[in-house]
């Protein structure tokens, strides 16, 4: 074991040190069993030059992180019956941390209110959080520009099932179809263009969006956060609603607007 242990010394080690090294073990050696010493020898560079010791331990951990890196990977798998995408994947320790320091705050319980207790399972905050952590980046305009512009979710249906909130809309990435009260939720506080044939050619009308700029500052500076009753979900977490709908003739302005986090936001247009 003693042997084995001098031999496995790193190459720094000088002809002292792995002396030293071996003097250490055989005194451990008059008390320690062959099981217990070998444990001993692994650690035996911190007793005799704990300096290297930090030095390969630094250097063997940059090697590892920089392997583990490499295997950090990501599949998507669309599930056969269309009711969603699952994911399957392994991160490395440090995207790991990173990605838990990020998701952790925006999967936090909501507060109790009149309705009792938050009703998701913590598996459902996570899946929650991570679609919030999503659309918080896309918002910031910080990610890199695909065809000229920052990248979004399009998503196409006809006017008169946008009104009536009836049929179906389309997610032009991915062809799935979304209810028609789902882009109505979409539509509160989205670019919106028409598109459509116009003198005889193909036309995209330039997209108007709500409450941004000093509307939306006004908004927050009002609202401090979700306005539904009981929730404290901060501004940055919180879309614009319309109270009265724009789809009904509600104007965009700050008497008929309201922040709402996502969930809240959804269950109001439930």
Not at 2 to 14: N, Q, S, T, Y
Not at 99 to 111: D, M
Not at 174 to 185: I, L
């Amino acid at each position: 074991m003693i042997a084995k242990a001098i031999r496995d010394l790193p190459k720094e080690a000088g002809q002292e040190t792995r002396a030293e090294a071996e003097q250490v073990l055989v005194e451990h050696a008059r008390v320690f069993d062959p099981k217990d010493l070998a444990g001993l020898g692994r650690a035996v560079l911190n007793s005799v030059d704990p300096d290297l010791a930090d030095k390969v331990l630094a250097k063997k951990l940059a090697e590892e992180e920089a392997k583990a890196a490499r295997r950090c990977e990501l599949s998507l798998y669309d599930a056969p019956d269309g009711s969603g995408t699952h994911i399957r994947g392994k991160l490395d320790p440090i995207a790991a941390d990173r990605f838990r320091t990020a998701i952790e705050p925006l999967s936090k319980p909501l507060p109790t209110t009149a309705d009792g207790l938050d009703p998701r399972s913590a598996a459902q905050r996570r899946g929650e959080a991570l679609d919030e952590l999503i659309r918080r980046y896309l918002n910031a305009g910080a990610s890199p520009s695909q065809g000229g512009e920052k990248p979004h979710i399009v998503v196409t249906i006809t006017d008169e099932n946008l009104v009536n909130g009836t049929g179906l809309g389309r997610l032009l990435r991915t062809g799935t179809y979304v209810s028609a009260r789902t882009v109505q939720e979409w539509a509160c506080d989205a670019k919106i263009s028409w598109f459509g044939i116009r003198d005889g050619e193909v036309a995209l009308s330039d997209g108007t969006r709500f409450f941004t700029g000093r509307l939306r500052k006004l908004l927050e500076l009002r609202d401090r956060g979700c306005a539904f009753p009981g929730c404290d979900r901060p501004p940055a977490w919180c879309h614009g609603h319309h109270i009265r709908s724009w789809l009904n003739g509600g104007p965009t302005t700050l008497a008929n607007g309201a922040l709402l986090c996502g969930y809240h936001h959804r269950l109001i247009h439930q």
